[in-house]
């Protein structure tokens, strides 16, 4: 299995643009995670799916981050307007039991806003 | 708010040395877990306790989990230069929503050749 892919894997975008990051998780894990790590605040879940359907987005910091997951295979994350303190490295986990189970994290999307 | 917080921050180490890293934690868990990060990479899990466990291996890992302590502690033995990377350990509450893990800030390891 060729584990979670993310893509990009770097960003370089303006204050204000719409940014747009991919995840493809494993393939027969029905949960999802958005992580989101910095070096003041650690690494912070932001959204959890299951089965496709968003259980959890409590820490979504704002209106202007959605996410989405129109199938099993692949989610998004986009922030619309992007601002300098979005800067972070994005991660994308799966799971196979999110209940207590293990998860599998993706290479992460390194976003920087100027 | 931050859940498990790891002791030390950083610790260097020899290579061949037993490294020992430890995590507290502030409510009651399912289980606890020991993720490894290396730089510019994602996360890779390590190791999974449950509640009801009191020490685990996994080849050079060793975990240990007090719940009346609310700690736990990651062993290393014979450290390899390839094992320098961050450690994280990570709760998932009990009850409901335990698929919320909380990280950690971790601890930085530098294995030295």
Not at chain 2, 3 to 17: C, F, K, M
């Amino acid at each position: 299995d060729a584990g979670v892919i993310q893509s990009p894997r770097h960003e370089v975008t303006e204050m204000g643009q719409e940014v747009t990051l991919r995840c493809k998780p494993i393939s027969g894990h029905n949960s999802l995670f958005w992580y989101r790590q910095t070096m003041m605040r650690g690494l912070e879940l932001l959204i959890y799916f299951n089965n496709n359907v968003p259980i959890d987005d409590s820490g979504m910091p704002e209106d202007r981050f959605s996410a989405k997951m129109p199938n099993a295979s692949f989610s998004t994350l986009k922030i619309q307007p992007s601002e300098p303190r979005d800067s972070a490295v994005y991660f994308c986990a799966s799971s196979l039991l999110a209940e207590r189970g293990e998860q599998f994290f993706g290479p992460g999307t390194r976003l920087t806003v100027l | 708010s931050q859940q498990g917080e790891e002791d030390p921050q950083a610790l260097s180490i020899q290579e061949g040395e037993n490294a020992t890293m430890n995590c507290s934690y502030k409510t009651s868990i399912n289980n606890l877990q020991w993720y490894r990060q290396n730089s510019g990479r994602g996360l890779v899990h390590l190791i999974l306790i449950r509640s009801n466990e009191r020490e685990k291996h996994s080849g050079r890992l060793r975990v240990t989990l007090d719940t009346s302590k609310k700690s736990s502690s990651l062993l290393i033995t014979a450290s390899r230069a390839a094992d320098t990377a961050s450690y994280f350990c990570a709760t998932a509450p009990s009850g409901a929503g335990s698929y919320q893990l909380t990280f950690g800030k971790g601890t930085k390891l530098s294995v030295i050749p």
